[in-house]
């Protein structure tokens, strides 16, 4: 069984990792953010290269919807002393390569007894009009409130690591 340690559980550690899947290579880059407080967190940005295009390396934004203008190019975690509030995990999905972000959501504190795990799931598209590639929004999925973030991610399957290079 996988132990996994609280509030130290972020799916991708420092440095790069490429994932190669049916329409590429992708390429998250994970950094740790030390705020001179008691926040700090990791932030993730994905490049993407397309199997189909040769030498353009793209830069993937997080898209909720269809405005295009509010394009989120970096991913954070979140973490309380005890528990993990956020994190992200990309897999591949038959010919799709999808970005799952799980969140605790709560109304007052993140011990809330009704507190839960949110799952937004997010498609690697190229879009039409602009032939830019984005994570889109697909679906939003209740995990409950058993369930923690890291129990979440763990469903989903991970895919194997085209390569993982981490500052020395």
Sequence with gaps: MLALTP???QQYPGGS??????????????????????????VYSFLFKPKSKTG??????????????NLKFVITTANTADF???DAKVSVSGQKMLLHVAQKKYKDTPYDDDAT???RRY??????DEQRWIFRLTSVRDAGTKAT?????????????????RPK
């Excluded at 353009?56 to 203008?69: A, C, F, K, R, Y």
């Excluded at 498609?123 to 039409?128: I, V």
């Excluded at 973030?149 to 290079?165: M, S």
């Design 56 to 69: 353009s390396w793209h830069q993937i934004p997080v898209l909720e919807g269809d405005d295009t203008n």
């Design 123 to 128: 498609e690697l598209q190229q879009s039409p």
């Design 7 to 9: 509030a130290q559980a």
């Design 117 to 119: 795990v949110e799952v």
């Design 17 to 42: 990792h490429a994932i190669a899947g049916p329409q590429g290579t992708l390429v998250i880059n994970s950094g740790f953010v030390n705020n001179l407080n008691v926040h700090t967190f990791q």
């Design 149 to 165: 973030v890291e129990q979440a991610l763990h469903l989903i399957p991970t895919p194997p690591r085209a390569g993982t290079t």
């Design 84 to 86: 993990l509030l956020r």
